[in-house]
């Protein structure tokens, strides 16, 4: 045990230096002034060595070993061993060179992508984006020969341990057959609907951040434990010991705001669920990105755009904003929330195009690791691929492929995890119904006690101590299951037209 | 220059990782929700401790002989490596293992001591801060056998380098003697002097921080490099780069969180005013707490409380508090901002009796620390001090030793700053009038330039190149000289009637 222990500290202190930069890079958004950039990047650039270094030093493959050998009896431990292991696997294969050659260019790179995307211009990005596809290749690489995994593989378990391509493939080829004609066919129905009214504002800034603030709570934020502010690209940040999240407000529409601090709220709650006896070790922390998106949609999608919550939404929110007691209808609501048509903009897609937008740059970021396709040449395959999959075609690249961060950034892996947090949002909402039938009526009344409960109890409290489709199994009796998802866009815009 | 750049490095990290410390203090103090404590307090504890080890790594000692062997060639290179032993000397000269006993102490102290103040509890903190003293007096002498100095030098040296028992035991013997008949002399012209409108209420919260923040502003607060926020304690944070500093806002009483705005200010400007090619590094710090302190009260208590500036916040603050444009008279803000009392509060204090609080301080503090006043003692031993010195009995240990924060945490030898800050106020603001008499009709308008000018010139833009005294000898032509602080108590309040 004593292995054992001098890893649990050693993750500890790992952990410490995460969330206080998370802290900072939470500050960094919402608080900061705008001139203290430089200082702000060379304190993060600090913690997050320091922090990678207090799991990636030379004895660790030694001090793991001597754990596995004499193995924790308690379950969450040994749990917590494995997960360990996959934390400090992804630290230590990657040379400190490469590491650190890999941050200086997505640094630079998200810095010029700001430019590009804001001027339309590509090519000023072309270079810095060759590097870091051709870094984060090598990253992959190095990753890969150690986890006898494939590169693009190896790039993913970063934000979806367990998650494979051979996996997503055929996921992302059904929804790629079957979703088209379910959207042609909402757009047709939806264009024959009758018109419910418009949304006018303005919505005074004040008034939607009370309503925000009472949504939050009625679905069971702990503000003790937690805050709720403004950035631009809204967030859930800190910790869960403290959870910071964050929205953004425009008078011209509140909808956005309220939906999004529903959206941040549902992650919020992941996080403040998660056990407290394990916060700080690798085992206590989301088993991927995919499971926590699914917490967001849980509520934004799958909740708050049911009937029966438009309707509480309807109510609260003419209140709140002062309209009025019935100001709002929940026909006027859902007109809004509920608008399915084929966009270019991924962030602003509906539920039933979304996956089509991730499909596209699944196909485009595993060519561009490959190397069968060059970077050069993204531009027009970006087009080529919204055309085909979306049916929009963009016509410059700030609605192509300039538009996310991601790939600037570095990362290539982690769009699935949209997808796949939708999928599991819809199974897991079916099952929380199935199991408690009164839940849609709870929200009618903007009750979320029953919902939170089931999430609570077959998600939140079990952490990582088994990976998605561990959890999904559990929880639903089957792994990730895309008819879920299929069944519930079918049932929501074709069979029940009473939300739309 | 290898052992010199070696330690530059060093001491950046350890800069980053102090002011990350220092970020996630502010945040605790104004930003965190109240549950995540804990949290927040072992990420203070890895923050600091490896902050320490930055600097106190066993080669440390080689590194600076090294660096000394063959020195840099530049002025403020060479000033650097002293301000670099110094810190290394307070940083190692103490064993790990009394860091850590120590630093346990006195957080379990402070949070004993809030009770204790709260419920005018001696009893419940005397054997803490019998621990606290014990573990601080150890601490001085490890530090004191190293430096060469007594035991408190060792102590006070901490933040106040350079200044010694043997230079402030004659200044405050002489401020002992000459402060109390200043004070009679004072209290009896005010008895005298015809009565200005009192300040009434409420005044609105928002109109008090559009107020402040207004006049940071006109002071010369850069809030694209700082903030202005709320907090229970005022205090003034961050890093040069990046100012956090607080006010607290009484509805009843918009002056104090007014001019409490202008001291933290004043604090802010020292920290902007620093050299940023040597934010990083122990010479571009300011050398002392003292001076800070002096540049909060050469603002607040200097320049504020001159009848030129009342005049102007009497009329800006009609306006911004939407009182109508002569609600406000100078006479009503003079009446407030310079009235004269021996009251039993410290922090409450005006500029007059401030020192006769601190006198009472330092003298218990070095009887507390060289142990011929046993801590069970103190509560009686204040209360005749406050009589003997201030002319006030405390009738409760609230008002009484368990006012103060300092010495449940540890802080002995901080107390003396509050005068050096309050003499060098006098020194400078006299000095820089001298230099430039249109200074006071600038303040008149709400003008700081030529003052903060002075200020920059004299003060800021030399950090810690030099001690406080060899600043102010550049400055003002004298070391720290009680006489002005004597000078100006008498100008103000017994020959020039007009601001009182």
Known sequence: MAAYRELHQRFDRHYLLRSSADLLEWDAQAMMPEGSGDLRAAQLGTLRLLAHEAIAAPDMAACLAAADASPPEDPWERANLVAMRRAWVHAAAVPA?????????????????????????????????????????????????????????????????????????????????????????????????PKAPVLTGPFAVDRQATLGRHLAGRMGFDFTRGRLDVSEHPFCGGAAEDVRMTTRYDEADFLTSVLGVVHETGHALYEMGLPRAWARQPVGQVPGMGLHESQSLLMEMQAARTPEFLGYLAGVASVHLGLGPDALSREALARHALRVERSLIRVDADEATYPLHIIVRFTLERALISGDLAVKDLPTAFRDAMERVVGRRPGTDREGCLQDVHWPTGAFGYFPSYTIGAIAAAQLFAAAVEADPAIPSELARGEFTSLRGYAHEHVHQHAARWDTNGILERATGRGLDVDALLRHLRRRYLEDASGS
Chains 1, 2 share one sequence.
């Open 97 to 193: 060179d490469l590491v650190e050659a890999r941050t200086r260019a997505t640094s630079s790179c998200e810095l010029a992508w700001r430019t590009a995307r804001r001027e339309d211009d590509f090519a000023s990005l072309l270079p810095q984006l060759e590097e870091v596809v051709n870094l984060t290749r090598q990253v992959g690489q190095a990753k890969a020969s150690v986890m006898g995994l494939s590169v693009y593989d190896a790039l993913a378990d970063e934000y979806e341990p367990g998650v494979r391509e051979a996996m997503l493939t055929p996921l992302f080829a059904r929804l790629e057959r079957e979703l088209p004609p379910i959207v042609d066919a909402i757009v047709e129905a939806q264009a024959r609907a």
